[in-house]
C-alpha cells in the first residue's frame, strides 16, 4: 500500500512540475505575442507618420507572424477542433457586426470603405475608415443636396463620352503671349513669369507628333469649340516639402449656359468605376461637382478635393447613377490603416505628400 501512495505522489508531483512547465511556456508565449501586438502598434503609428514602404511591409510582416503565432497558441492551448471553431464564430461575428448590420443600417452594398488615396485631402485622409449610406432616388438626392443639374441631349452626350481621352486636361504655365512656349512637368515657383492655362493634352500631342509646335497655342481649352464644356480656373497654393508653389485648377464650368463651380459643401460619394477610366482602384471616394441628366438617367461629375481637375477630366467616364454606391455619412481616422497594410497597400502614393488650398 506505501508503495502504491508514494508512486501515486511521484506521478501527481510530476504531473504538477510538467503543468507549471506548460503555465511557464505559454505565459512566455502570451508574453511574446503581446509583445508582436505592441510592436505592429508602434509600426503601423510610425507608417501613417513617414508613410514609408519598408515601414508598412514590417507592419505586414509582423501582423502575419502575430497571427501564425496567436493560431499556434491556440492549438496548443484548446487544440485544432476548438480552435477552428472559435474562429469559424469570430468570422461569422464579424460578417454580421462590419457588413450584415451596416449593410441593412445603411442601406448600402458597401457600407464600410477604407480610403486608399490622398486625393480627398484634406478633408478626408488616407487610412480613414468611411460609413457610405445607399442612395436609392437619385432625383431626390441631388435635390436635397442643392446638386446643379445640368440636361443634354444624346448626341451632346456622346460628343462627350465617345472619346473620353479627348477630355484629358491639364493644367500647365506658359510664357505670356507664347502659349506653344509650356511647362510639361515640375512644380511652378510663385515669382516665375508665366500664365497659367487649361491644355488639352490630347491636342497637344497630337500637334508634337506632327511637329507643328507653334499651333499648341490653340490646345487652350477655352479656344476649343468642338468641346462642349468650357472650363474656368483659379490658381491656388500647392504645399509640398514645406514649400508653397502655385497649382491651377477647375473652379467651374460652364454647359448649355449653365454655370457651376466648386462647393465643398457638395456630398463625398463613393462610386465604382468601369472598364476604361483611367483610375484602377475598384471604388472611388470623391466630392459630387455637378450631375448631367439625359434620357432619364444622372450621370455625376465628380473631383477630388485635393485634386486640380474633374475625374472625367483624368480620362474617366461620367458616373453613371447605377455605379454609385452611397455617399460618406461618418468617417473615423487612421482606423483603416491596418486593412490597407494586409491588402499589401503601403507603397508610396502620389499626391500624399502634397496638398492643394484655395
Known sequence: MNKRLKKKEIEEKKEQEQKKEQEKKQKNTDLFIYSLYALIVIFIVLYIITQNSLIGFGAFVLIVITLF????????????????????????VVIIVFWVFPTIFLQSSSPINVVASCSMLPTVQRGDLVFVHGVSNMSQFLKQNNIPVINVSNKEFNQITQNIS??????????????????????????????????????????????????????????STSNPFKYKYSVGNLSYL??????????????????????????????????????????????????????????????????????????????????????????VPYIGYPSLILKGQFGQVPGCNQTLTR
Open 166 to 223: 479627348q477630355q484629358f486636361i491639364e493644367p500647365l504655365p506658359y510664357v505670356p503671349n507664347k502659349p506653344y512656349d509650356i511647362i510639361f512637368s515640375g512644380y511652378y515657383s510663385k515669382t516665375s513669369n508665366y500664365s497659367i492655362g487649361l491644355y488639352n493634352i490630347a491636342c497637344i500631342e497630337n500637334y508634337l507628333s506632327k511637329g507643328l509646335r507653334g499651333l499648341i497655342g490653340s490646345c487652350l481649352i477655352n479656344s
Open 242 to 331: 514645406n514649400k508653397t508653389y502655385d497649382e491651377a485648377y477647375i473652379s467651374g464650368f460652364t454647359l448649355n449656359n449653365i454655370t457651376v463651380y466648386e462647393n465643398y459643401s457638395n456630398p463625398i460619394i463613393v462610386y465604382k468605376t468601369v472598364p476604361g477610366d483611367s483610375f484602377t482602384d475598384s471604388q472611388i471616394i470623391h466630392r459630387v461637382f455637378a450631375a448631367i441628366h439625359v434620357n432619364n438617367t444622372y450621370y455625376i461629375l465628380t473631383k477630388g478635393d485635393n485634386n486640380p481637375i474633374l475625374d472625367m477630366q483624368d480620362m474617366n467616364y461620367p458616373v453613371n447613377q447605377n455605379d454609385v454606391i452611397g455617399y460618406v455619412v461618418f468617417k
Open 69 to 92: 503565432f496567436e493560431f499556434k497558441s491556440s492549438i496548443t492551448t484548446d487544440g485544432t477542433k476548438k480552435t477552428l471553431r472559435d474562429l469559424a464564430i469570430a468570422v461569422v
